[in-house]
């Protein structure tokens, strides 16, 4: 389950069907009725909170987002950063849940994370089709 305060709109989440499926949907709209976060994806369907998980990161998420990979044990995308003096490369290592730019850690285990990671360094959504 991922708290709803974790999720803003376009994120992509894992989400189980009524049949217990797991599949991929887009946050269109979070809702909240009697205490309960409903999250509403792209076709209009609604998920509980407690139906919702994270995508875990993987060299296939990461490639589909649009990362390269440099190494065999490292990843990079590039971006820039608006009003910042830095033009440079998001980099990916141990196992692909830290992630470096410059010399700041950021640690993210969730396809969700580093969605919004990239959203607040660039103030553009993060390109992918899965």
């Known amino acids: 389950m991922i708290p709803a305060t974790a999720l803003r709109i ?17 946050v269109e ?32 998420i ?9 190494y065999t044990v490292e990843y990079r995308i590039a971006v820039d950063l ?3 003096e830095f033009t440079g490369s998001l980099q990916v290592l141990d196992n692909n849940k ?9 640690q993210a285990q969730y396809l969700h994370q580093l969605q919004n990671l990239y959203w607040i360094l660039t103030g553009e959504e993060l390109k992918i089709e899965l």
């Open 62 to 70: 990461l490639e589909k987002a649009g990362f390269i990979n440099e």
């Open 10 to 26: 376009g994120n992509i989440v894992h989400a189980k069907d009524l049949d217990g499926n797991l599949k991929y949907i887009r």
């Open 29 to 60: 709209e979070i809702k909240r009725k009697n205490g309960v976060y409903v999250f509403i994806d792209q076709d209009g369907i609604g998920y509980l909170e407690k139906a919702v998980k994270g995508v875990e990161l993987n060299a296939e």
């Open 82 to 84: 608006p009003n910042v």
């Open 98 to 106: 830290v992630f470096w730019i410059k010399n700041f850690k950021i």
